[in-house]
């Protein structure tokens, strides 16, 4: 069984450009979370999402920043008008089952580098 | 709103000794979940320990325990037989049992001397 997927590892934008962040969740895995990690701090949530709704997004900047779980294929995190202040690590995480009961596992995450 | 307070930047510990990591928390809430989770240097996210807030038992995984007081919203790790593997980013997190999102702290940077 796969583990949390994301992909790309690194990606680099120049301000202004779109960013889409992908990410796979683990086989059965029917709920997906994203988070933004500035360097040298802790993982800050963002969005959490079940296939085709969006559950919690009270972590989600109003603006620029959206993410969606479609029937099928990834989540996709997508962040247009990218700015300097978007580099950042993002993780995504996916459970079975609403979390706290159930654990969250973590992909690997995507480095967004804004020039 | 819940936070996750980790005192302690950087922390530093000799092989084979024992090392402890703080974490506080704010709750109102009396069922919960909190975790640690290990970062290396490769960034990926480990799950170290866990805890339900509702058990009295503290948790225990090998060579890592919790101290969990739930009275004083106190959970610290403890690293027995620190080994160079153990060299990481720490970070605690709370996750309620309504809501699903987990928060994380600052964390605490473990270096682990020879």
């Known amino acids: 069984n796969a583990g949390v997927m994301q992909n790309p590892r690194h990606l680099v934008r120049r301000r202004g450009q779109e960013a889409r962040l992908r990410c796979s969740p683990m086989?059965?895995?029917?709920?997906v979370y994203w988070y933004r990690q500035l360097p040298e701090e802790g993982l800050k949530f963002m969005v959490y999402?079940?296939?085709?709704?969006?559950?919690?997004e009270s972590g989600m900047p109003k603006e620029r920043f959206s993410a969606e779980f479609p029937k099928e294929g990834p989540s996709i995190l997508r962040i247009q008008q990218v700015v300097r202040g978007d580099s950042a690590a993002y993780f995504c995480?996916?459970?079975?089952?609403?979390?706290?009961?159930?654990?969250?596992?973590f992909g690997p995450g995507t480095r967004l580098t804004v020039l | 709103a819940q936070t996750v307070t980790q005192s302690q930047p950087e922390m530093s510990v000799q092989e084979a000794e024992t090392v402890t990591l703080s974490c506080t928390y704010d709750?109102?809430?009396?069922?919960?979940?909190l975790f640690w989770y290990k970062q290396p240097p490769s960034r990926q996210m480990i799950l170290v320990i866990r805890?339900?807030?509702?058990?009295?038992q503290n948790a225990t995984e090998n060579r890592f325990s919790v101290n969990f007081q739930k009275a004083a919203k106190s959970f610290s790790l403890k690293i027995s037989d620190s080994q160079l593997g153990d060299a990481a980013m720490y970070f605690c997190?709370?996750?309620?049992?309504?809501?699903?999102?987990?928060?994380f702290g600052a964390g605490t940077r473990l270096t682990v001397k020879p």
């Open positions: 709750t109102s809430e009396s069922d919960y979940y």
């Open positions: 805890q339900e807030a509702y058990k009295q």
């Open positions: 999402l079940q296939k085709e709704n969006i559950i919690d």
């Open positions: 997190a709370f996750c309620s049992f309504n809501n699903n999102d987990m928060r």
């Open positions: 086989k059965g895995h029917s709920h």
């Open positions: 995480a996916s459970s079975p089952g609403a979390s706290g009961y159930n654990e969250q596992f």
